[in-house]
């Protein structure tokens, strides 16, 4: 309620949101350079290989997932978990188009990375995160 609040205020403010959908809408902080765009994106708690990044002319996707299993133990009974599973998306259109190609994504320490070089060129292409 708080962040509905907010937004018409700070439309591009730092809060996380979830939808009704359960979808989390992770942070994000871009820069444009001269060359590229440079993207950060928080996804803690995800592996690489649940990260699918999209991007297509000028517009990017970001998906992933954070699974957390609750396994049982023989003689220990769960009281309390709030370990779930998350899922996180998020898409935004940049001012130019971005080179495919080119582009990279790192994952380390729950931040994706993307390097998103300008281009004129327009077609989708899914981004491996390294």
């Known amino acids: ?5 907010l937004t018409p205020l700070m439309p591009y ?15 994000l ?5 001269e060359k590229t765009f440079e993207v950060e994106a928080e996804l803690p708690g995800v ?3 649940d990260v699918k990044v999209t991007v297509d002319d000028r517009r990017v996707l970001i998906e992933a997932e954070s699974k957390h299993e609750s396994t049982k133990k023989e003689g220990k009974n ?5 370990r779930t599973t998350s899922k996180f998306a ?12 080119n582009a990279q994504a790192k994952l380390e320490n729950g931040i994706l990375t993307l390097t ?6 327009t077609h989708a292409r899914r981004l491996t995160v390294r």
């Open 1 to 5: 309620m708080f962040e509905d609040f």
């Open 47 to 49: 592996s690489k290989e």
């Open 29 to 33: 902080n871009v820069v444009e350079t």
């Open 90 to 101: 998020r898409s935004f259109t940049l001012p130019v188009p971005v080179n495919d190609v």
């Open 78 to 82: 769960i009281i309390y978990a709030e």
């Open 116 to 121: 998103l070089p300008k281009t004129e060129t």
């Open 13 to 27: 403010s730092s809060f996380s949101r979830q939808g009704e959908d359960g979808l989390v809408s992770p942070r």
